[in-house]
Nanobody, 124 residues
Framework: QVQLVESGGGLVQAGGSLRLSCAAS????????MGWFRQAPGKEREFVAG????????YYADSVKGRFTISRDNAKSTVYLQMNSLKPEDTAVYYC?????????????????WGQGTQVTVSS
């Protein structure tokens, strides 16, 4: 089992940057694919970015491609989401998630473990 704790959210002006972190418990972190999702009020939870077990393969939603970067440090059991050029439409609660098997996935239903979420608010 994996427990995930996100941090790094906050309030930022449009055009600014934030880096989210997700710390995982357990010694098997490197066997999981990891993903970041977000959920805005009144909307479904949507995929943002995914990364495979080694960090060698990443995948992004079109809406964040070129602005966000996902990475991981298996020695620290942590996955990151660097968010640049933030827009008001990026405002949401951001969740990290873990998927057994080592590969990333873009569907929320592929992920077994979720963090509690961290709020990101981008003002215009």
């Amino acid at each position: 089992q994996v427990q995930l704790v996100e941090s790094g959210g906050g309030l930022v002006q449009a055009g600014g940057s934030l880096r989210l972190s997700c710390a995982a418990s357990g010694r098997t972190f490197s066997t999981y694919g990891m993903g970041w999702f977000r959920q805005a009020p009144g909307k479904e939870r949507e995929f943002v970015a995914g990364i495979n077990w080694s960090g060698g393969i990443t995948y992004y939603a079109d809406s964040v491609k070129g602005r966000f970067t996902i990475s991981r440090d298996n020695a620290k059991s942590t996955v990151y989401l660097q968010m640049n050029s933030l827009k008001p439409e990026d405002t949401a609660v951001y969740y990290c998630a873990a998927k057994p098997g080592g590969h990333y996935g873009s569907s929320r239903w592929e992920y077994n473990y979720w963090g509690q979420g961290t709020q990101v608010t981008v003002s215009s």
